[in-house]
């Protein structure tokens, strides 16, 4: 009798961990379709996950051969989750509370969905999944690589980052940094290096995921830290001079261009010491304020070449607020007066400046007013005005106020 009740007791754990066969069935080759939310809230789908090396394992807290993988399951998100595998647990659980304190203490620090359902889980039953653990290898095209038991997975990760290498950046993004190298290597061969160094300012940090560009950047990087390292060095009579313009400009030009390497750091501590020498902020921050004035006038001035003439009298007023004082503001103002002497097209040109926030608030204006806020329509009828003066916008201002006031 004894030895029945212990058979029985066999069979009810095997039978825990396999449930009737769902209907439909994932197998290595397919391309199964799928979204569903996790538990922290966010919408996992072959979509979003598309370029990526994905691993979506089913299993559950009460699963005994599950539970003796935890180990595995958190070393093999270790090693390759950096390189670009993004795990996904689906939980056979049905209680939620007790998942969840699995979760943290095994440390299982990927997404996880849970429906509370059991073996009737949602996902369970679309992907055909009878038996626990139950893992599938997912590749960057969405094509299941490899199923099966999670202990048995390791070789078939190893064989997809070599055959299938997830898309660790935008195609798009890599495309055009790549574009930009390759201009850089054009500059540095050429030996215009600190045209390279400008060029380097651009490169986004996000396209260094892909390792092919990363090692062809590393290798740009090697040549033109060598030449910062010159330059730096070269800056130093410079500064004794007090060449602080010209000092502070490459300095500031190697900074930018080479970011947190060594070589950008040595730059901008140095810029730092230099600032600190009396008179050499002010003679700088003053060439940059006349540069940067310079640039502004020279956008305003193609403007009006191009014979946008209503743009290029908003920039030039531009210069003249932001740049006072720079031979660039006084050029910009002689010009502001030459197209004022027309005062229809100095009116045309304030209401093509002011349109898209004056239309806004005239309308928020008009929607007190149908409201019978006729306190909050009057304030805002009035801050157009004061606002955008000498505008039509503020002559439609004027008038509805007009009206209000008629209406008392």
């Known amino acids: 009798m004894r030895h029945a009740a212990q058979s029985f007791i066999v069979v009810l754990v095997a039978i825990s961990m396999f449930a009737a066969p769902a209907p439909a069935t994932v197998n290595v080759g397919d391309t199964p379709k799928y979204s569903f939310a996790t538990l922290d809230g966010k919408t996992v789908s072959n979509d979003s996950l598309k370029g990526k090396l994905v691993l979506i394992d089913f299993w559950a ?32 659980d049905a209680n939620k509370a007790q998942m969840l304190q699995v979760v943290k203490q095994e440390n299982f620090n990927w997404p996880h969905y849970f429906d509370g359902q059991g073996w009737s889980n949602r996902i369970a039953q679309e992907w055909g999944v009878n038996s626990i653990p139950r893992t599938f290898l997912i590749g960057p095209d969405g094509t299941v690589l490899w199923t099966g038991h999670s202990a048995r997975i390791d070789a078939a990760i190893e064989k997809a980052f070599k055959e299938h290498p997830p898309q660790l ?10 574009a930009l190298l390759g201009k850089i290597e054009g500059a540095m061969k050429e030996k215009s290096h600190s045209e390279a160094v400008k060029m380097m300012a651009g490169l986004p940090a996000a396209a260094k995921a892909d390792t092919a560009y990363a090692e062809r950047l590393a290798k740009a990087e090697q040549e033109i830290t060598a030449y910062a390292e010159k330059a730096i060095a070269d800056i130093d009579p410079l500064i004794q001079e007090k060449k602080f313009v010209e000092a502070g400009t490459k300095l500031d030009e190697l900074a930018k261009g080479l970011g947190n390497t060594p070589a950008g750091v040595s730059a901008r501590k140095k810029l730092t010491e230099m600032m600190a ?6 003679q700088f921050e003053a060439a940059q304020k006349s540069r940067l004035a310079g640039e502004e006038l020279a956008v305003a001035r193609r403007l009006a070449d191009e014979g946008k003439n209503e743009q290029a009298y908003v920039r030039y007023k531009q210069v003249m607020a932001n740049f006072a004082g720079t031979p660039a503001a006084a050029d910009a103002k002689t010009a502001v007066e030459q197209f004022e002497k027309d005062p229809a097209f100095t009116k045309r040109a304030r209401d093509a400046a002011a349109e898209g926030k004056a239309k806004g608030m005239l309308g928020m204006a008009e929607n007190y007013k149908r409201a019978g806020r006729s306190d ?4 805002k009828y009035q801050e157009v005005i004061k606002t955008f003066p000498d505008t039509s916008f503020a002559e439609k201002a004027q008038q509805g106020l007009k009206e209000m006031d008629a209406k008392k």
């Open 61 to 92: 807290t009460w699963c005994g051969p599950c539970m003796a993988e935890a180990g595995h399951m958190v070393a093999i998100k270790e090693q390759w989750g950096p390189k670009g595998l993004q795990m996904i647990g689906i939980s056979l």
């Open 169 to 178: 950046v935008d195609p798009k993004v890599l495309a055009e940094a790549t």
């Open 277 to 282: 020498i009396p008179g050499a902020k002010a």
């Open 376 to 379: 909050l329509a009057k304030a």
